[in-house]
């Protein structure tokens, strides 16, 4: 049983900074994509990062400021918020494929099979 469990949301300023955390227990798609989406109120679910075996991916409105990491011991995924602006704010959840590349999936929310419960990050102007 595959189990995503996101951590690290919080509310902060404008120009501030966040990390959040993503332990997949149970998850064992070495060759799989792990990353994170976000939904803003109103707004349809996006995109935000995904990496997998030698691939990293970025929606263009993150890219240079957030960065996408993960630790395939901890079964952990990463991705550290940097400049955050109050365009960021949003529910953000950690999804993973259960052995469909990254270059596959993209950010096809329909090719991840799991999901976490969403952790919310609000940055304030």
């Known amino acids: 049983q595959v189990q995503l469990v996101e951590s690290g949301g919080g509310s902060v300023q404008a120009g501030g900074s966040l990390r959040l955390s993503c332990v997949a227990s149970g998850y064992t798609y070495n060759s799989g994509c792990l990353g994170w989406f976000r939904q803003a109120p109103g707004k349809e679910r996006e995109g935000v990062a995904i990496i997998g075996p030698g691939n990293i991916y970025y929606t263009a409105s993150v890219r240079g400021r957030f960065t996408i990491s993960r630790d395939n011991a901890k079964n952990t995924v990463y991705l550290q918020m940097n400049s955050l602006t109050p365009e960021d704010t949003a529910m953000y959840y950690c999804?993973?494929?259960?052995?469909?590349?990254?270059?596959?999936?993209?950010?096809?929310?329909?090719?991840?099979?799991?999901w976490g419960q969403g952790t919310q990050v609000t940055v304030s102007s």
């Open positions: 999804a993973a494929t259960n052995a469909v590349r990254c270059v596959y999936a993209g950010f096809l929310g329909g090719k991840y099979a799991y």
